[in-house]
């Protein structure tokens, strides 16, 4: 730092080392290491996936290979798949110099987080006692994607404050609580959550706004000008959101039961969407004098009602039911955007970057609620008797389980992925406090130039940036210059 | 307006009001709850939607649960969806300013269609006349998505002339207007239109044109400025224009009758799309002198041949006659924004923002000529007794028709498609005349600043507008200056 | 070309013709009115597809028409055709200045070159000796699609020098080779190699390589201005990588055999390209001092592990044997880009604009190699015996084939994949140095003014190019002055 004389050395040139060569080679590295000796250890593939299962055919009275999941998942599958790397991806590019750290951190965490989850969530799930081995299919491949979208929200939180290795650290942990707070309210609880509303969604958003909560940087406001979208960013957001909402009636109906399951799970979905847009325009529109839109909840609030139908979308909610709930959520999620969010930072000073608790905290509590409701109010004249056992799975230790119940069950998930979220966070916040991690300084937040290569000839354009940060940011970068 | 001195305030501030906060929100919030409202009254889930399919299944000699319709139409749906979203959308952001407006709108005026369309198509074709009730399945949601296609066509002509509240009109008398030419093509006159040729792509393309002929604005330069595209925002049209390209055999294929029929349709469309572009390409590079491609003709007229296929793509109009069907339309295509569309604008005083007269409504009427052709043609030894059957649905009272009264009928049915859009789209034109719309000035034409907050450091980059506009604009924009 | 002085033209204004109005029309045409007739000689519909399926149900046991072929590839269809248009397509424009040719000419010979590989492959592997007929199903449409994904590979070595003529010309050779080697090693060595390391990518590499290698340019310097990205251009190809990365897994199983041979080879392919992130994440942040990540690295290598497992992906490999291979490749192929790109260059005179030997032609030599060391150690107590059969196809005149020669086969495989690549490239190069092409002069390369028109005010943002150059740009492209 000895080119940084002292007069503003305090002040402008923190010492903060944003150099994560070693840091992330080693993390990479020995957390794939680890994954390549544990799937060796524990991972299989499953029955349906086994060259074996020809011979099986036969015994199982399968007559045709075609009955394979395989046909009935992977292209939900596929469409989960794009939500994670191209939705969530491309949905955090609005900011105007930080695409790269988004498409591309989505892109690391994801992969990572993938491997993670088989592995936590096979533990839970899909351990043979007998072999101790994880047997994996299609739907744990799902389930994974799943898993991690809980992670990729905790992201939304704190995109461009943290370095990447934070967020490896993060997904770690994430993932690892997910797989319990899963286990305990789909297994335990024996919630129904197959789109994830309070699993995914509650869990993720509480857990992202907690880390932030413990991250907060009082002096953000040195980065400010980097904080905003431009018009191209804003047009490469519009992609993610786009994805995300197309393809949400398959998220929602990913892992649900087969047959009208899947079906009513994917019109529900489907309608909650389609209502949300309309509410969001018009929140959107009214909240400003001039009546022009904002792309911020364009590109999220239209999403809030795929969230807010992740549990209730297999139950007999009706299309109109379906329509309410999109209604109410667009506007809660837009309001969120113009009040709550402002309050949030001001008074409980936790700055949420991409408005998760708009999109993905706030809307996954209606869900967990509207599934908790509705749950209660089944009925077997609306749903048939084989209808209820089999959309509230009432078999084995459950099967005396009335509705009355499952709904209070449902309340608890919630209240349990809403503890696991705001617990796991802090925890997690505080460990990545630690000055280890090389997160950028607060005045080169949101800043692509700390961990990528930025083609040259942009930085030159780089606007508002005062020459004077530029020649710290070289001083610090530059490596003869440190100590 | 005040600070407009007298001398240019006649010319360059023209008085309109483009602020559309309280009709924005009202339409959007009245109509979703007429939506509701109706959706409660009408919409249930149908038979293999419903939880109690699990109880009927063995009443119905249904084995298993993936033999539920929504596992052989849900791919296509996506694809159609993602035709709808992306590929509209994002085909329409070429122009400089008006990234948002096209994706934005697309998003907007698509989400309310959807709902409207499946009270629509599902009063004429869904109702059961015991309980009063539409029911819904996969199949009523890729035809709402077709239904919406037809109004997402004629955005394309008005694209940036007009205000969000106009466009939610004109998709509200759209989709009523489709519904009724559906239900005479496809129910009265029994035609084939799987794809739509006629149905969607000659009625949308008309029905667009028409309007756009009423609100003609003969100062429509005075916003030329903004009417090109840059580098950047051609790229983004791209998406646009392959998701149309790859997804089309899905969209051609997606309503037609299991088995060979969707496989054909599929191989037919994929065809058809080949040598278009291969024409394309030529007849685009010929007309420059310094033979340079233009990426108008790229994006559209490449797409000309799925159009073109919509009613054929199920008959045995053999590989190679798919081939030369592509092959004449994409060479038509492009003449169309050769020579056509300057035409129109300068003799029939038709503006037609996204040339949707070449890529939908020509293309249409030749698919739609095609159809009724390959249909008369039609024979046993090529289809199969039970395959003539099957294809042209010669079944209950349709059962004695020739194919040669089914050519006739088909071409019946394009008159009819086209009738409804000139018609039709004259009659919502005059509607939109309206001075209370907020339909903006003819200078901020293609200017996503009038109803969109954009990201305020691009507002000085915006080239070409001159400085007194601006100034216009914040007088206009600015509330307290207006009276 | 009167208008340079002689001081300054024999040096900056070589008198490359790249008009290709005549020639590039010739062309499309030519070839586009060849397929028609080809097509119509010999190709219809198949079995599945034809009109007279639903009479042939009834006697070959089909109860419904949702047994069709096409349930069950369309799909993974879809998904491979979005890696060829979008994948193939956005991944190249990663250039400040090359998006429309990237795209644009992507499209262009992948539609092409679909029309030419349904030829040439059903004259090798679907023609009817019979009625002399090729008959086409889905199975074809992906089949083409991986020929032509070859052809693409090779274009990604010629990005930015070549003309459209030639690259039209490199695809009819291409596709021909490809369906020449491919018969070789499928069928008479009978290799497998569903996801084609070998077929595809050890192929379409070494071919692109080899055209590279006969047309190095010594003074590409001169366009080295152009030869970098910007920031946006690096973010519109992050959306081809995601969709290449994404669907990978569908690619490597669309021609997987039914049931756990699909299951088994998305999983593996799943699996290896996650670990294929990590690694490729660790060595590029190693590489620098700074730690920073390079777009370039993230943008291909992480693509390697799909490459790597191509061939194996329907074995047995079991899961972590897939993380191994992906961790390798993420390294080899970073590694490529960091050491072995610059040798190629210096010392073999090879320029790979897209650095296709390291994603593709490395990574599908490892992916040859993999395959044939799991092949070779492939047992029935693994496989199962009928798995065995089944994954090797051990019938017919193979059935006594032993999984050691098996090993050996497949290796031949891969010599033979490298012998066609390089020997045909060398040829075709060759032809493809004749003048008669149109291919930019050495200062015109990557820039996409040369082919298409460009929008105008863009044209004085471009950046790095000297006045001089674009004056000789006027006078080599304004016809009238031309002799």
Chains 1, 2, 3 share one sequence.
Not at 207 to 231: D, E, F
Not at 316 to 331: K, T
Request: glycine residues 10%; hydrophobic residues 45%.
């Amino acid at each position: 730092m000895g080119n940084c004389n002292q007069g503003f050395k305090d002040y402008f040139c923190r010492p903060k080392d944003t150099n994560v060569r070693f840091k992330l080679t080693f993390v990479c590295f020995v957390w794939q290491i680890a994954m390549v000796i544990l799937f060796g250890v524990f991972v299989r593939y499953d029955d349906e996936s086994d060259a074996h299962w020809v011979q099986n055919m036969a015994q199982n009275n399968i007559t045709s290979a075609v009955e394979n999941e395989f046909y009935y998942r992977y292209p939900s599958f596929q469409d989960v798949h794009v939500m994670i790397f191209v939705g969530f991806g491309f949905l955090m590019t609005f900011l105007k110099r930080y695409s790269f750290g988004a498409v591309g951190f989505n892109f690391l965490i994801a992969a990572f987080g993938l491997q993670w989850a088989l592995l936590m969530q096979g533990w839970f799930h899909s351990l043979d006692p007998l072999t101790g081995k994880i047997y994996i299919g299609i739907e744990n491949l799902i389930n994974a994607d799943f898993c991690v979208a809980g992670c990729l929200i905790a992201y939304g939180a704190v995109l461009g404050k943290v370095s990447p290795v934070q967020l490896l650290v993060m997904t770690l942990f994430g993932v690892t609580l997910y797989a319990v707070e899963e286990y305990v309210i789909l297994d335990l609880l024996h919630a129904i959550d197959n789109g994830g509303s309070m699993v995914i969604h509650v869990f993720g958003g509480y857990y992202g706004l907690a880390i932030s909560w413990v991250l907060y940087r009082p002096n953000l406001h040195k980065s400010q000008n980097l904080q905003g979208s431009v018009y191209h960013s804003d047009t490469f957001a519009m992609i993610g959101t786009l994805f995300l909402w197309m393809f949400w009636p398959s998220f929602n109906s990913a892992t649900t039961y087969h047959g009208d399951g899947q079906h009513r799970a994917a019109i529900n979905t489907y309608l909650c969407l389609t209502s949300s847009v309309l509410t969001t325009v018009a929140v959107s529109s009214f909240s400003q004098k001039t009546g022009k839109l904002d792309m911020v909840h364009i590109q999220n609030s239209t999403l809030a009602g795929g969230v807010a139908m992740g549990t209730a979308a297999v139950f007999m909610i009706s299309p109109y039911g379906a329509l309410i709930v999109g209604f109410c959520c667009g506007i809660l999620s837009t309001m969120g955007y113009l009040f709550i969010s402002p309050c949030l930072e001001k008074i409980l000073k936790i700055h949420d970057t991409c408005g998760i608790h708009n999109l993905h905290a706030m809307p996954g509590v209606v869900g967990g609620i509207v599934g908790a409701v509705t749950a209660a109010s089944a009925s077997e004249s609306v749903y048939g008797k084989q209808g209820l056992i089999q959309t509230f799975d009432f078999t084995g230790k459950f099967k005396d389980r009335t509705v009355s119940a499952q709904g209070c069950y449902q309340a608890a998930g919630m209240c349990v992925a809403m503890a696991f979220g705001i617990g796991g966070g802090a925890i997690v916040g505080a460990i990545l406090r630690f000055p280890i991690w090389g997160d950028p300084a607060d005045e080169n937040c949101y800043d692509d130039h700390v961990y990528w290569e930025v083609p040259e000839e942009e930085e030159n354009q780089l606007e508002g940036v005062p020459p004077i940060l530029e020649y710290c940011n070289y001083a610090t970068n530059n490596p003869e210059d440190e100590t």
